[in-house]
C-alpha cells in the first residue's frame, strides 16, 4: 500500500499553495508548520516571507486566510499575533486520516526517497574478555538504529568490529599450546558461563606465567610474530579463542534479546591484508608522513598540552599497526567493497578525538566525500545510583550477564505481584519476565540521548509509574485487554463522529508517527521515538478516563471508534517498542 501523508504534511502543503497564491514571489517556500499549544498546528513561516518581501506579515497572513477555505481538512484557521497563523483540522480529517493508516501494515510510514545503504558498527566486545557494562551502550543503541533505518528503507550491513587481534594472544597462544586441554568442554552443550569461565581461567594463568617467567615471555613474544605471519598451527589455536569467545558473546547476546550472526562479525583481523596497502596509500599522496620512524597524519587544530600537534600514528617506528590502519582499511572496506554510502559507529565518546582524526584523514585520502559520510554515534556513560562509574562494591566493572540476570529477576517479581489478577501461567510470568527486565534495560538507555550519561536505577527501570518500558508495555497489554473485553464491538473508524479533545490529541500523535520515524532516522535519535512512545502512553491514558470504551457502554458507533483508537494505538505502540528491540506481551 502506498504511504499516507500526514495531517501535518497535507496541511503545510495547502498553506504554502496559499502563500504562493497571495506572494507568487514565495513560490515553493516553507511555511514552517508546527504542532501547537494554541490550535492543532501553528505556521510561523509568513513572518520571514513578509519582511523578505518587504510586505506587512498581518496583512499577508489574512490574504492567505482569506484563500484556505475551510473545509474536508482545515476546520478552522486565525491569524495571530503579527503573522501567524493558528489551524485547527476537522474531525472527519483525523479519523479517515487514521483509517488510512491502520490499512497499512507499516501503518502508513513511508518508505525515506533518499534511501541508501549504511554499515553500522556497533556491540564490540573482545575476544578472551568479560562483557561488562560497557559494553551495553554500543549493543542497545546500535541494535536499535538497525531497526529504523532498516525500516525506512535503508539497506542495512551490520558490523561487529570485535577486538580479536594484538599481542595479548601471544601470551595465550603460547599457554594454550604448552596446556591443551584447558578450553576442552565437560559436554557438547557448551553454556556461555562455561566458555567463559575457561577463558577466564586461561587468560589469569597465562597472564600469571608472563609476569613471573622470562622465558615463557620470549615464548610468547616469538608468538605475536608467528600469529602476524599466519603460522597455521598458531592461527588455528587463536581460532580456538576466537569461537570459544563467539560462544560466550552470542549467549549475552541472546540474554540482551538481540540476533548476530556469524557473517557480521568482521573483527580487526578481518582487515590485516589491508594494513600494508592503506599505509602506502596515505604515504604516497602525502596525507601521511614519516616523523621518526612512524607513519603520522597531522592535524593543526589537535594539539597536546605541550602545544605540539597530536597525529595520528598509522604505522609504529617498529612497523606494528595501531587501531588506526585498521579503523582506516575498514573504511577502505566498507565505502569500496560494500558499497555504503553512510558509515555509523556506535562508540564510546571517550574515542572522539580518534575518530574525527580517522574521518578527516580518510577524507583527505579521498575514501570520504560530499556523497560517503562517516559520523561517530557516540555515548556517555553508564553511571550507578551515586552519579559514578557504574562499579561493584570491590570497585571492579560490573558484568553485562549478572546486571541483565539481576533486571530479570527484578522485573520477573513485578510481574509476579500482578500475575494471579491476569491470570498469568508460570511460564506466562517467567517469559513476561524475561521481556520486562530486559526491554527495561534497552528502554533507560534509549530514552536517554546517547551522547549523554544515565544512571542505571533498576528500581525505576522496572517501575509501573514514571517513564519507563513497564509502563509502556502496561499500556499495551492494557489496551489488548480492552480489546478481548469489547466482545461482538468490533474497531470501526467512523469519521461521521465528533470527537472529545482527548480522542483528539491521541490522533494527532498517532498520526505524527511516520514524521517521528524519519526524524530519528535521520538524526540517529532513537531516544526520539522512546519519547514519543512515553508521551502515546500517556494519551492513551488520559483519553482513556475520560472517554468510555467499555463501562459506561457508549453508543455503538462511538465504542466502535474509540476501539478503533484503542487498536491503532496498540499497533503504533507494538511497532515503535518492536523498533527498540523490545517485546510488548499482549497480557501482563
Not at 69 to 89: Q, W
Not at 421 to 428: N, P
Not at 545 to 569: G, M, S, Y
Request: with cysteine; charged share 25%; proline share 4%.
Amino acid at each position: 500500500m502506498a504511504s499516507v501523508p500526514s495531517l501535518a504534511s497535507s496541511v503545510n502543503q495547502r498553506v504554502a499553495d496559499a502563500l504562493a497564491s497571495a506572494l507568487p514571489e514565495a513560490g515553493g517556500a516553507d511555511p514552517l508548520l508546527r504542532r501547537s499549544d494554541r490550535a492543532d498546528f501553528q505556521a510561523n513561516g509568513i513572518l520571514a516571507l513578509a519582511k523578505k518581501a518587504k510586505a506587512n506579515p498581518r496583512e499577508l497572513a489574512t490574504t492567505v486566510v482569506d484563500s484556505l477555505a475551510a473545509g474536508d481538512l482545515i476546520k478552522e484557521i486565525e491569524v495571530s499575533g503579527p503573522g501567524f497563523l493558528n489551524i485547527t483540522v476537522s474531525d472527519r480529517a483525523i479519523i479517515e486520516t487514521l483509517a488510512a493508516r491502520a490499512g497499512d501494515d507499516r501503518l502508513g510510514v513511508p518508505y525515506a526517497a533518499n534511501a541508501g545503504t549504511t554499515v553500522i558498527d556497533y556491540a564490540q566486545p573482545n575476544v578472551a574478555k568479560e562483557m561488562h557494562v560497557g559494553h551495553l551502550r554500543s549493543a542497545v543503541i546500535g541494535a536499535a538504529m538497525v531497526e529504523i533505518l532498516e525500516f525506512t528503507g535503508e539497506k542495512v550491513v551490520r558490523r561487529h568490529h570485535i577486538g580479536d587481534w594484538g599481542t595479548q594472544f601471544g601470551m595465550l597462544i603460547q599457554y594454550l599450546l604448552e596446556h591443551p586441554h584447558e578450553l576442552d568442554h565437560k559436554s557438547e552443550e557448551v553454556s556461555g558461563e562455561e566458555a567463559m569461565s575457561n577463558l577466564n581461567r586461561l587468560y589469569k594463568a597465562s597472564r600469571a606465567l608472563f609476569d613471573s617467567d622470562e622465558e615463557f615471555k620470549t615464548r610468547a613474544r616469538a608468538r605475536v610474530v608467528d600469529l602476524q605471519a599466519g603460522e597455521p598451527q598458531t592461527l588455528a589455536l587463536w581460532q580456538r579463542f576466537v569461537d570459544e569467545s563467539k560462544i560466550y558473546f552470542y549467549s549475552v547476546f541472546d540474554k540482551l534479546d538481540m540476533d548476530i550472526q556469524d557473517r557480521d562479525v568482521v573483527g580487526e583481523s578481518g582487515y590485516n591484508d589491508m594494513l600494508v596497502e592503506t599505509c602506502k596509500l596515505l604515504e604516497e599522496s602525502g596525507v601521511a608522513v614519516r616523523s621518526n620512524g612512524a607513519l603520522c597524519v597531522f592535524f593543526d587544530e589537535y594539539k597536546g598540552p605541550d602545544g605540539n600537534p597530536t597525529p595520528l600514528i598509522v604505522q609504529k617506528s617498529d612497523g606494528g599497526f595501531g587501531y588506526a590502519a585498521t579503523d582506516l582499511s575498514a573504511i577502505r572496506d566498507r565505502v569500496g567493497n560494500l558499497k555504503a554510502d553512510t558509515l555509523i559507529y556506535v562508540v564510546d565518546a571517550r574515542q572522539s578525538l580518534h575518530f574525527k582524526m580517522v574521518f578527516e584523514t580518510a577524507r583527505r585520502a579521498g575514501w570520504l566525500n560530499d556523497d560517503t559520510k562517516a559520523v561517530q554515534l557516540a555515548f556517555g556513560t553508564v553511571l550507578g545510583k551515586d552519579g559514578k562509574p557504574f562499579k561493584t562494591r570491590e570497585g571492579e566493572t560490573v558484568r553485562l550477564v549478572d546486571l541483565l540476570d539481576e533486571a530479570v529477576d527484578r522485573a520477573t517479581a513485578v510481574v509476579r505481584e500482578k500475575a494471579e489478577k491476569v491470570g498469568l501461567s508460570e511460564a506466562e510470568i517467567v517469559e513476561n519476565g524475561q521481556y520486562v527486565g530486559i526491554g527495561a534495560v534497552k528502554y533507560a538507555d534509549l530514552s536517554t540521548s546517547a551522547a549523554r550519561d544515565y544512571k542505571f536505577d533498576l528500581d525505576q527501570m522496572v517501575s509501573l509509574n514514571g517513564d519507563t518500558s513497564v509502563y509502556l508495555q502496561y499500556a499495551y497489554a492494557r489496551i489488548k485487554s480492552i480489546l478481548r473485553k469489547a466482545g461482538d464491538r468490533t474497531p470501526v473508524a467512523h469519521p461521521e463522529l465528533e470527537l472529545a479533545p482527548a480522542e483528539r490529541a491521541l490522533g494527532l500523535h498517532l498520526d505524527g508517527f511516520g514524521e517521528l520515524i524519519a526524524e530519528a532516522a535521520a538524526e540517529h535519535a532513537p531516544h526520539k521515538l522512546a519519547a514519543y512512545l512515553y508521551q502515546l502512553s500517556s494519551l492513551f491514558t488520559t483519553f482513556y478516563d475520560q472517554c468510555p470504551v467499555i463501562k459506561p457502554e457508549p453508543e455503538l458507533v462511538v465504542a466502535e471508534n474509540r476501539l478503533f483508537l484503542c487498536d491503532l494505538t496498540a499497533r503504533t505502540l507494538s511497532k515503535g517498542m518492536s523498533l527498540l528491540g523490545i517485546r510488548t506481551p499482549e497480557r501482563l
